[in-house]
């Protein structure tokens, strides 16, 4: 591996920077076979891409590491030996990965130990960030709105006109080269218009033409630069970021002494690359994101580092606002899913075990499901070699998951130890009591570890550590970043889908023997599979093996942010049919208590299931408007489901709606039954959908004759082949109006006022 990195070094140094990284850059556009799209690298396998990406952040450390020498001659050859050199050093680098970790002597991890390290190193030389570039100004606007003040005072400028400048970088080496073909084109068809309209051949008039079209040749001249001379990584070009702002993130030509210093590892893979420190390099005037990867955890590391450095005495207020900040992401960035929820932060409660006060950050409730979020600043990870210091990687891994999965054990625990527990919040020195809490109110608790930068792969890997197991004995631990939820945001829109899939999220976090990369694997995989954890379990089963590994499944939701019209296009999604949607936005619209447990049975059912669903649906909606009411029971794919279609024309007559879903129970021998009401009105439009509990006899008495009769009727009917394919409905009958503090009649034991009398 030294070996070879002297050998790139002496390349890359003996050639003028801007020709090579125009060659390295051209090397891609080549790749893409395309010339047209402005997403030039979308088609380029990622195999390929990472190669790029790796031998990018070689040019940098080199630029970074030596002065700029006086003779340098471009040579295509020795560009092509630069490619094949980067390649053999990447896979020296993974070779060396599997070794090392198979005769670690670390204990760090127990048995695990030499798997996470492989994971650490595999991940240290091949990693380059699953990045979606155009969410670069989103992250940046929110993870820095908190020092705004401090930014303008040092650098004359906000949080959001830095965040427009890393867009627009991201933006510029993402669209760049296809913006200058496109610009070289235009400024050609005129010319040659030029020459027509003269009569003359285009060589005859290119010098008046470029003097009396000084302007458009200079933007031929700036589009030429991008496209041969890496214009495109020029961030004084096409940002408009302050000069001082850039020097705080980037090299100067030798002043990185570290990385080629002498000593083990030197120039290897295995040293921290100068570009994790600062993504910029100055190249004479200018300055450059020659590898744009790191662009966004390098870049907002450095920032930060910079304002204290240059504003020592913020350091505790910088602390604190870094606190509120990742403490308030995830109901904040997430506040379309969690509309309505009941956000509780620095939660405090006193721990039976030790009777000492606990806190944790964020407590989010919201219908049935219950999120505790425990937020993490900081990743000694990225910047310290898992083989130079091994033990101050895996310590970050500890402080980043462990302390998190730590703090929401002890919270579980906490609320497990009594049938109703008391939270608070701490208020000038007193502990004041905020709310009561019931785990049984609960059907799906998840616990979250969110850092502020990206931890993959250690955050989808977090299950697999010795220490991580489902607290309580099945509620397991999911690892996250803030840079994950603004994709989340985007691709689960409401409420029902993004409860869903983190249902599923933690789902697969219990199965250790599936192996996903990231949190978009895990997204894709559910978009396009659904219930994927089932699927890992099954070829587990089928398969007879212990391990799934599960590679390129975010290509699904990559090709969706590739799109140059991703904005405005329709986002990826699983398919319902149309009664099934109708259905579940009925759900979303109403949100009545219990909604999020029938949106989550229904979301469960597979394909066929889906249409066998909606034809049921569809089927009795399209007569509602000749009966008051329709019904069905359908078995799905786990818990039965009864369905009361209501026209809503009429009152909904609770008394029946309950006696005949008890009588379904019975009729099909279930002893859990859930029940869906479902209002519709002209047009089979579904007006509202709800929930409600349907309770199931455990023996015949005097009071339920009439259910049991009924249910015995339900039977014969089934049996009769006459009465098969027999309509059945219901007759209106005229009720009572029930009083605001009676129980509702819907089973729920509340107040009718608090429940569907709201």
Not at 470 to 480: D, M, T
Not at 617 to 637: C, M
Request: aromatic share 10%; net charge negative; charged share 25%.
């Amino acid at each position: 591996m030294k070996e070879l990195a002297a050998k790139i070094r002496l390349l890359v140094n003996g050639m003028p920077p801007e020709e090579l990284l125009g060659y390295i850059y051209a090397q891609l556009l080549m790749m893409s076979n395309s010339t047209t799209s402005p997403e030039l690298d979308t088609e380029v396998p990622s195999e390929e891409r990472n190669e790029v990406q790796f031998l990018l952040e070689y040019v940098h450390a080199v630029l970074a590491s030596d002065v700029a020498p006086d003779d340098v001659e471009f040579d295509e050859t020795k560009c092509s030996e630069l490619f094949a050199l980067s390649r053999s050093l990447r896979e020296k680098a993974m070779f060396f990965a599997m070794v090392s970790s198979a005769n670690t002597d670390n204990k760090d991890f127990g048995s695990d130990t030499a798997d996470i390290e492989f994971h650490a190193k595999s991940s240290w030389v091949m990693l380059r960030g699953n990045r979606y570039q155009v969410l670069e100004g989103e992250f940046y606007q929110y993870v820095l709105a908190q020092h705004d003040d401090i930014l303008n005072d040092i650098y004359g400028v906000g949080a959001v006109d830095i965040a427009e400048g890393f867009q627009q970088l991201a933006n510029t080496t993402r669209t760049g080269q296809a913006n200058a073909i496109e610009e070289m084109l235009k400024q050609f068809e005129a010319a040659q218009r030029f020459a027509t309209e003269k009569g003359k051949q285009l060589e005859e008039v290119m010098e008046e033409w470029v003097e009396v079209n000084a302007q458009q040749t200079k933007r031929a001249g700036l589009a030429v630069d991008d496209m041969l001379r890496g214009g495109i990584a020029n961030v004084s070009r096409h940002t408009k970021l302050p000069s001082e702002f850039l020097a705080d993130l980037a090299y100067q030509r030798g002043e990185e002494v570290d990385f080629f210093s002498d000593g083990d590892y030197s120039g290897t893979p295995y040293r921290t690359l100068p570009a994790r420190k600062k993504p910029l390099i100055k190249l004479n005037e200018d300055y450059y994101a020659v590898d744009p990867c790191f662009i966004r955890d390098a870049g907002y590391r450095s920032l930060l580092f910079n304002l204290l450095q240059k504003k020592p005495e913020y350091k505790e207020q910088f602390k604190e606002r870094q606190k509120v900040m990742s403490e308030a992401a995830f109901p904040e960035i997430l506040a379309e899913q969690l509309a309505n929820a009941t956000v509780y932060q620095e939660v405090y409660y006193k721990d039976p075990k030790t009777k000492q006060w606990a806190e944790n950050d964020t407590l989010v409730l919201i219908d049935d499901v219950l999120y505790l979020v425990e937020a993490k600043a900081g990743a000694a990870a990225t910047i310290a070699s898992p083989e130079l210091d091994f033990k101050r990687h895996s310590q970050s891994i500890k402080d980043l998951i462990l302390k998190a999965y730590k703090q929401c054990e002890r919270f579980f625990e906490y609320l497990k130890s009594a049938d109703e527990v008391s939270i608070f919040n701490l208020v000038n020195g007193k502990y004041e009591e905020i709310g009561k809490l019931r785990h049984s109110d609960y059907r799906v608790m998840i616990p979250i570890g969110l850092t502020v930068e990206s931890f993959s792969p250690f955050s989808a890997f977090s299950k697999n550590l010795p220490q991580v197991k489902p607290l309580l004995g099945q509620h397991s631990f999911v690892s996250i970043s803030i840079d994950d939820l603004f994709v989340l945001k985007r691709m689960l829109p409401t409420p029902g889908i993004f409860a869903h899939y983190m249902e599923v999220r933690q789902a697969i976090a219990g199965v250790k023997q599936g192996l996903l990369f990231d949190e978009f694997d895990h997204l894709g995989a559910y978009l396009t599979n659904n219930r994927f954890d089932q699927e890992i379990i099954e070829k587990t089963k089928s398969e007879n093996s212990g391990l799934v590994i599960c590679n390129g499944l975010s290509r699904v939701v990559d090709k969706f942010f590739e799109s140059g019209q991703w904005d405005t296009s329709p986002i990826p999604t699983q398919e319902f049919p149309d009664a099934v949607s109708k259905a579940l936005t009925a759900l979303d619209v109403s949100r009545k208590p219990g909604w999020l447990s029938v949106d989550s049975l229904i979301r469960d059912f597979g394909e066929e299931t889906r249409i066998s669903f909606g034809k049921y649906l569809s089927d009795l909606d399209n007569s509602i408007e000749k009966h008051p009411a329709r019904y069905f029971a359908f078995g799905g794919e786990g818990k039965p489901i009864f369905v009361w279609i209501q026209n809503s024309k009429y009152d909904v007559e609770w008394e029946k709606v309950n006696d005949t879903a008890s009588a379904v129970a019975i009729s099909i021998n279930t002893k859990e039954l859930m029940g869906m009401l479902i209002k519709v009105g002209k047009g089979r439009v579904y007006e509202a959908a709800q929930y409600f509990r349907v309770d199931v006899p455990t023996e015949q008495t005097e009071s339920n004759e009439h259910i049991y009769k009924e249910a015995q009727s339900m039977r014969e009917r089934t049996k009769s082949p006459t009465s098969v394919n027999k309509q059945h409905y219901l007759e209106p009958k005229k009720k009572r109006k029930i009083g605001r503090n009676e129980p509702c009649p819907c089973g729920s034991g509340k107040k009718y006022k608090k429940c569907h009398g709201r």
